[in-house]
């Protein structure tokens, strides 16, 4: 009898084995799989951030330069106003659809991706 209840205890203490093991492998590839998603999240924006602190300036620079031809500064800088308001309309009302659902590939590209 306390051969088969060794076993069993045996068996059982396996089994406890097996599932505090799977739970730690669990967290670890969910902590792999996060870290990984929030760097590529991170990298992105950075690589954003720089991105639009170029198109600022160099708005700004275009702005001027155009003022300094016209005569007066904030007829340049109207001008870059008018064009990013033309291009935002453009964009808004021909690729609008485009755009969310390529964003939206790549959300789901990169939540279900080993």
Known sequence: MEVKESSFKSLLDSAEDYVKTSYELFKLRAIDKTTDKV?????????ILFFLMFVLMASIAIGLWLGS??????????????FYGLISLILYFFTHNLF??????IIVKQAFKE
């Open 39 to 47: 760097a590529v999240i991170i990298s992105r924006a950075v690589a």
């Open 69 to 82: 031809l016209m005569g007066n500064a904030w007829y340049g800088f109207l001008i870059v106003a008018g």
């Open 100 to 105: 969310r659902k390529i964003i939206g590939n």
